[in-house]
């Protein structure tokens, strides 16, 4: 139900309060609104509505969660060992750390710097009088008293009392209700809510922590979080390898020091060694970069994301729902052509103009109108304004002497007049937009029609269809994303202009007016490509049918009547140019408001995911072999194979640095798999080959009289060099010119650190007998890995993947939410 009660702040709707010295109270003309002086009386006082937290992080929140991460404390507390025994060369890995933290910082504060500037161009104002002049502010300067102007596809700021004017207002956010609920002088509206028609104005009673959606909790306050399954894949994974690192560390050392008698500082050097073999230290930094570096190239496409892994689910969408108005076309329309029907073309005129005259809208019909006949030099005298609104479909205004005129669709003011659907039809045919003018003898009190209403004639008009618009639309097909088209016009007129747009199958329409029922519904988004005359409830109920299809669902839009399906979505995109409400909902902002920009979007997208999972899976393979090998040396082991600084070198060469420069190239494949299932597939084959190899060469080499450590060592460390370099061209196949480069690059860098720093990482020469186990290394190694894939393909895979799909919310699985749209 709708909120209709408010505490009474005390201040008449017909006058408000100026404080003017001491105590004594004056009031002023309404139209003139508050003085500076009292703007800057109530800002001392703190009655000024409170500036939102800033939906980014600040400077000192993206130091802190770059540094002090668990994994980060873990790599500290074991460099400290390291000091602590003398062993400082294999403290190398420290500084890995620290440039890994110091990378993720500068790109972090980069793209912050980035996305504040463009915030002040999507900042959110509110229109006001003050000194008897209509100023635009910023929403965080509105004060207590203050008059502000609400009209349609306003976000309302602040709590208000409506003056004069009506409007109404989708209160869903609050109530769970989508009816839109009229607001007259007197009543109260409320922030969070916003204007679907009319206009108004307001005086505001309440500001900052006092908003009435300040008081309330639960679901309505709650923003819409972006469902991610990179992220709760990542999160799966890390939680996982923290509960092994701790007790095989502790496990190693008491062997290597209680059982084995190992001294003190060698059997530190393994348990270091163990530890940070199996940290995956870049995985977070590398899925932060990735992502900061994704926003960071939108925002120089003048694309603002409000949240940071919505360009991943844009990435993986099925479906995308386009509304037709200001995302085919342009957002303008023109008068075509003017047909009577019982009345003259001085009849029209007249009636266009005072509708227009009393509606005051900017929509882009009204100016279409307004541009065509231009304003009425002797407008009649307004009793009545009816607000066009998505849900009637018609607008309108009753004038003294003079009855009452409607403009709207003829379907919904002449349902029932086959005649004028038959004068009507060819045009829709032809793809244009039919507005219909009707008049009655009664002048109107209400929203409802008259039953003495008559056609006096329509203006027939086109949409200005988007410049590549096409283009756009092929792309999309080639990707495989479904399409629809959603608006509330003509679903002929809708069809034809798809049809116009390239849109495939546009010729399969539906009028979503005669949709009934939830089942009616879901069958018609299966069989429908473009959908007509839909109400705002309507295009919600869209979505949520898709997504209980199985689809991850994106959907643009500009109107507050895209609000609902908008917040429903699992990404969602807004224009600009589009309303405060459809904004503030969206998980993406066009700057430019072009819709053709949306390939760009998707392509990054791909990029960022593409590279992320590919360099995780590398970070993996030393995951799971470190874990695997420290299990096999607590039962079949005398020592741990590896020092830490070689486990650092390898690390370094074959997959921080080629990763870091790896995820700047294009990769705009489209995302199949499920992410943890594709980088379990690329890492646990690798990982488990690795371990083996290592575990046959520290027991086999012995009694190939290869038996000295540093030996075994030195060719344990060549032969994981060498697979972590097929690793490396498998997993980022096919080679382009640019991965050869840096494959070769560093394969060549490997090979001169080893050859330079032997003495260092403690590598010597090695034998005849050690050659011949390297060589079978090297030929079986691909072997065993492929082995591995197919049983994990048949045995492992599925497993992992019902896991992960377990713990990943699934769109038909998501609960409906009740959200409060973000006011900012």
């Known amino acids: 139900m709708a909120i209709n009660n408010m505490p009474d702040p005390g201040i008449s709707p017909q006058k408000r309060p100026v404080q003017s010295g001491g105590d004594t109270v004056r009031y002023r003309r309404l139209d003139q609104g508050l003085t500076e002086q009292d703007v800057a009386q109530r800002v001392r006082e703190g009655r000024v509505n409170t500036p939102p937290k800033s939906p980014g992080k600040t400077v000192p929140q993206i130091i802190f969660t770059n540094v002090f991460t668990f994994f980060n404390l873990l790599n500290l507390a074991f460099f400290v060992l390291i000091l602590i025994v003398g062993s400082y060369k294999n403290g190398l890995f420290m500084m890995i750390i620290i440039v890994n933290s110091a990378i993720g910082i500068i790109q972090e504060l980069r793209t912050k710097k980035t996305l504040d500037s463009l915030a002040i161009l999507t900042a959110s104002h509110a229109e006001v009088i003050r000194d008897g002049e209509h100023k635009k502010i910023d929403i965080k300067e ?48 409320f922030s969070g809510a916003f204007v679907t028609s009319g206009k108004a104005l307001c005086q505001v009673v309440h500001v900052g922590k006092n908003n009435y959606i300040e008081t309330i909790s639960g679901e309505a306050k709650k923003v819409k979080a972006v469902n991610s399954q990179l992220r709760n894949s990542i999160n799966q994974i890390l939680h996982l390898v923290s509960y092994f690192i701790v007790p095989l560390c502790a496990a190693l050392f008491a062997k290597m020091y209680f059982l084995l008698k190992q001294p003190l500082k060698a059997s530190v050097e393994s348990m270091v060694t163990s530890g940070i073999g199996m940290i995956p230290e870049g995985v977070v930094l590398l899925t932060s970069a990735a992502l900061t570096l994704g926003v960071l190239r939108l925002a120089r496409e003048r694309t603002v994301v409000q949240e940071l892994y919505c360009i991943e689910t844009l990435a993986r969408v099925d479906v995308l729902c386009l509304d037709k108005t200001g995302t085919l076309t342009e957002g303008k329309v023109k008068v075509e052509k003017t047909v009577n029907v019982a009345g003259s073309d001085n009849d029209l005129r007249e009636g266009f103009q005072n509708i227009i005259h009393a509606q005051n809208d900017l929509n882009d019909t009204a100016e279409g109108i307004r541009e065509y006949y231009h304003d009425a030099s002797s407008p009649w005298q307004i009793s009545y304004v009816i607000p066009f609104s ?18 709207g669709a003829f379907q919904f003011l002449m349902p029932y007049d086959r005649v004028l659907e038959e004068a009507i039809h060819p045009y829709l045919e032809e793809g244009y937009r039919v507005i219909l003018l009707c008049h009655s003898e009664t002048e109107a009190e209400s929203n409802t029609l008259p039953d003495d209403l008559k056609p006096l004639g329509f203006l027939v008009m086109s949409d200005v269809i988007r410049k590549d618009c096409e283009k756009t639309l092929g792309y999309f097909k080639e990707q495989g994303v479904e399409l629809r088209v959603i608006s509330g016009d003509d679903p002929l007129t809708v069809s034809k202009i798809a049809m116009r747009c390239g849109l495939e199958n546009a010729d399969r329409y539906c009028d979503a007016s005669k949709i009934t029922s939830l089942e009616e519904m879901k069958a018609a988004v299966e069989k429908y490509v473009v959908f007509g005359r839909v109400r705002p409830e309507q295009k ?37 140019s589009g309303s405060e409400a459809a904004k503030h909902a969206a998980n993406i902002v066009l700057l430019d408001s072009d819709f053709t920009s949306m390939p760009h979007v998707v392509n990054e997208g791909r990029r960022v995911i593409n590279n992320i999972c590919n360099a995780t899976s590398l970070y993996l393979i030393k995951t799971t072999f470190s874990i695997l090998l420290t299990i096999g040396t607590l039962f079949l082991g005398r020592q741990y194979p590896f020092q830490a600084v070689q ?34 597939r690329n890492a646990l084959p690798a990982g488990i080959v690795i371990a083996i190899v290592t575990l046959m060469i520290t027991n086999i080499g012995i009694r190939l009289d290869a038996s000295s450590q540093p030996m075994l060592s030195t060719i344990c460390v060549l032969c994981i060099g060498w697979i972590y370099f097929f690793m490396l061209k498998r997993i980022y196949s096919p080679m382009t010119t640019y991965r050869r480069i840096v494959c070769y690059v560093m394969e060549i860098s490997y090979l001169i650190v080893m050859t330079v720093g032997q003495h260092i990482l403690e590598l010597t020469a ?14 079986l190694s691909p072997i065993m890995i492929d082995l591995f894939e197919t049983v994990y393909d048949k045995k492992l895979g599925p497993k992992i993947q019902e896991i992960a799909e377990r713990n990943y919310e699934k769109p038909d699985k998501k609960k409906k939410r009740k959200e409060a749209v973000a006011y900012h």
Not at 163 to 182: F, K, P, Q, R, W
Not at 657 to 668: D, G, K
Not at 766 to 779: K, P
């Open 766 to 779: 090695v034998s005849v007998a050690g050659i011949m186990i390297l060589f079978g290394i090297i030929t």
């Open 647 to 680: 486990l650092s070198i390898i690390s370094g060469c074959a997959v921080g640095i080629p990763t870091f420069f790896l995820q700047l190239e294009p990769s705009f494949r489209k995302i199949r798999s499920n992410f943890m299932e594709l980088v379990f």
């Open 540 to 576: 919600k109920m869209m979505v949520e049918c898709l997504q209980a299809a199985g689809k991850t669902v994106a959907m643009t839009g500009d109107g507050v009547n895209d609000v609902l399906a908008l917040k429903t979505a699992d990404c969602s995109i807004a224009m600009a």
């Open 142 to 189: 509105i004060v207590e008293d203050d008059l502000i102007v609400l009209s349609t596809g306003d976000q309302i700021p602040t709590d208000c009392r409506v003056i004069s004017g009506n409007i109404e207002c989708n209160e869903s956010m609050l109530t769970g209700e989508s009816e839109a609920v009229s607001k007259n002088p007197g009543a109260s509206v």
């Open 390 to 407: 998505s849900d009637r479909k018609y607008s309108g205004a009753a004038f003294k002497d003079h009855g009452t005129y409607y403009m």
